[in-house]
């Protein structure tokens, strides 16, 4: 779960109130999240402060780190619940693990992934499809993390849908 703390542009625009699970509703403009957890090591700290900002059309590219709804059928959390994660699949990818470096492959193409402290990419190993409109989210800190890698045994195979995206972080800070 993230907390987290309004803008004064986002106060103003806020159309639904918030709940104990984060802000909930289609309300756009700038906030900041807290990081609660280690996930997102070294890029962001656990108890780091970084800013995002709503969308409600986003548009998916490799890289991005986006705070999501909690898709149903994932075991062990809330649906809906909102966590931070980083885009790695994109729809109609196909994503492995690993190459022989220990590299996460796009299409048969290693992703270069220089915010991973530490090698391999991931120690569970998978091949996946990305269905069309959803994405494949991991973790920056992979050997604690649990992302899209820990739920392919639920609907989506571990994919998130497009439309659960609900904002992007804009720049981790530098620590």
């Known amino acids: 779960?993230?907390?987290?703390?309004?803008?004064?542009?986002s106060l103003a625009l806020l159309l639904v109130p918030a709940t104990g699970c984060g802000l909930v509703g289609s309300a756009l403009g700038g906030f900041t999240?807290?990081?609660?957890?280690?996930?997102?090591?070294?890029?962001?700290?656990?108890?780091?402060?970084?800013?995002?900002?709503?969308?409600?059309?986003?548009?998916?590219?490799?890289?991005?780190?986006?705070i999501y709804r909690t898709p149903e059928g994932w075991s062990n959390t809330t649906a809906g619940d909102e966590r931070v994660g980083r885009v790695i699949g994109l729809p109609e990818t196909a994503v492995k693990c690993c190459d022989a470096r220990g590299r996460l492959e796009l299409s048969g193409r290693a992703l270069d992934e220089p915010y991973l402290a530490l090698p391999p990419?991931?120690?569970?190993?998978?091949?996946?499809q990305v269905p069309h409109d959803r994405l494949w989210?991991?973790?920056?800190?992979?050997?604690?993390?649990?992302?899209?890698?820990?739920?392919?045994?639920?609907?989506g195979g571990g994919t998130i849908a497009i439309s659960d995206v609900t904002a992007v972080v804009d720049t981790p800070p530098r620590q």
């Open 33 to 66: 999240i807290t990081v609660p957890s280690e996930s997102m090591e070294p890029t962001i700290k656990k108890g780091a402060t970084v800013s995002a900002h709503r969308t409600s059309d986003y548009a998916p590219r490799v890289g991005d780190i986006v």
């Open 1 to 9: 779960m993230i907390r987290t703390r309004l803008s004064a542009l």
């Open 121 to 128: 990419a991931s120690h569970v190993k998978f091949d996946i």
């Open 137 to 155: 989210i991991m973790n920056d800190n992979r050997h604690v993390a649990r992302d899209s890698r820990s739920y392919q045994d639920a609907p």
